[in-house]
């Protein structure tokens, strides 16, 4: 997704935010109503959600379900106020979460793998693999980790993973297109064709073929709280999201259809949609048995053991954690559907 494109979106997003904060309050009191946040303008990475509205699956389970507007607080902060049962994370951001004492928990993974690459123009040719990195400008987001994995990736590659690092959000895309910096990490399913469709193509590192632990791209995180409290309603409500996400890897044209249909005129490149969802549903959203959501500790401790490692998480007292959590409670399949 285009800078220009997220500052518009992102622009109308946050005119809604005041109506957001209302909505969630009332809804609070709603006993009916299940709130689900999003943590960007509508993507690929939420069809499955938009794919069980507008199939009418969580109705056809009794639920109400009201969809949150992207605003600028973390997903996992709202869900740990409980001004939401579920939303959209990231694995190393549910893993923060848990670690500082939120009361969240991963319930299903849309995405079974790293679905980022370090990206560099096509046409560099003074950088062939990540090593080549050395010396050179990262155009980042600020994310926690996110400078400590690249290194890794680099010194795996067989380089010092020194280079230089500023934070520019959403224009750091921007910045490598126009020679401003020199690599970047882009969502491979819309950065990625979004820059062949501008005419700026580039070439991808990933982080698993150098020896990097592979990691779920996006969880849907909970309130473990309310989970607990509606252990039958948390049961129907990720099982019809699992249907929706598991649509979306079997049909995506149907589905990328479902996210258009649910939300005109957010994209003015629909043919970019179909494109993604199609590259999702073809490299990272199945396990290997062809199931869309599972999750193992294995997975987890390896990413999140890296965070670890590197003296990344912290303690609900603000420290460092002294010993390494147990992965099995940072998430759970108990409410997704039997194979």
């Known amino acids: 997704m285009s800078?220009?494109?997220?500052?518009?979106?992102?622009?109308?997003?946050?005119?809604?935010?005041a109506l957001s904060a209302l909505t969630a309050c009332t809804a609070g009191s709603d006993d009916d109503t299940i709130r689900f946040a999003l943590d960007w303008t509508p993507n690929t990475n939420h069809t499955g959600l938009f794919v069980a509205q507008q199939r009418g699956w969580f109705a056809?389970?009794?639920?109400?379900?009201?969809?949150?507007?992207?605003?600028?607080?973390?997903?996992?902060?709202?869900?740990?106020?409980?001004?939401?049962?579920?939303?959209?994370?990231?694995?190393?951001?549910?893993?923060?979460?848990?670690?500082?004492?939120?009361?969240?928990?991963?319930?299903?993974?849309?995405?079974?793998?790293?679905?980022?690459?370090?990206?560099?123009?096509?046409?560099?040719?003074?950088?062939?693999?990540?090593?080549?990195?050395?010396?050179?400008?990262?155009?980042?987001?600020?994310?926690p980790?996110?400078?400590?994995?690249?290194?890794?990736?680099?010194r795996n590659d067989g380089g010092t993973g020194e280079f230089e690092s500023v934070t520019l959000g959403t224009s750091a895309y921007e910045a490598?297109?126009?020679?401003?910096?020199?690599?970047?990490v882009s969502y491979l399913a819309w950065e990625g064709i979004e820059a062949e469709h501008h005419g700026t193509p580039m070439k991808y590192f990933r982080y698993t073929d150098y020896g990097f632990p592979d990691a779920?791209?996006?969880?849907?995180?909970?309130?473990?709280?309310?989970?607990?409290?509606?252990?039958?309603?948390?049961?129907?409500?990720?099982?019809?999201?699992?249907?929706?996400?598991?649509?979306?890897?079997?049909?995506?044209?149907?589905?990328?259809?479902?996210?258009?249909?649910?939300?005109?005129?957010?994209?003015p490149d629909e043919s970019l949609v179909f494109e993604s969802q199609r590259m999702l549903a073809e490299q990272?959203?199945?396990?290997?048995?062809?199931?869309?959501?599972?999750?193992t500790r294995e997975q987890w401790a390896a990413n999140s053991g890296f965070?670890?490692?590197?003296?990344?998480?912290?303690?609900?007292?603000?420290?460092?954690?002294?010993e390494e959590p147990d992965w099995s409670t940072y998430f759970t399949d108990e409410y997704l559907a039997s194979p």
């Open 284 to 295: 990272f959203m199945k396990d290997p048995e062809g199931r869309v959501g599972t999750q």
């Open 145 to 154: 980790g996110e400078v400590e994995a690249l290194q890794q990736v680099i």
């Open 3 to 17: 800078g220009r494109l997220r500052r518009i979106l992102a622009t109308a997003a946050t005119a809604l935010v």
């Open 60 to 143: 056809e389970a009794g639920l109400d379900v009201e969809i949150l507007p992207y605003n600028n607080t973390a997903v996992d902060t709202v869900i740990d106020a409980g001004n939401a049962e579920f939303g959209i994370s990231t694995h190393n951001s549910s893993t923060f979460s848990r670690a500082s004492g939120g009361h969240t928990i991963s319930v299903l993974a849309p995405l079974q793998h790293w679905a980022t690459g370090i990206g560099v123009k096509a046409d560099r040719a003074d950088i062939d693999s990540p090593k080549d990195l050395d010396g050179k400008t990262y155009a980042g987001f600020g994310d």
């Open 216 to 267: 779920y791209a996006i969880v849907i995180d909970a309130n473990q709280d309310w989970l607990t409290a509606n252990p039958q309603r948390a049961a129907k409500f990720v099982r019809a999201l699992q249907r929706g996400y598991q649509f979306a890897a079997d049909e995506p044209a149907a589905a990328a259809q479902d996210l258009l249909e649910a939300n005109p005129g957010t994209f």
């Open 176 to 184: 490598v297109y126009s020679g401003q910096a020199d690599f970047t």
């Open 307 to 322: 965070l670890f490692d590197k003296v990344l998480l912290t303690g609900p007292d603000g420290a460092p954690l002294a």
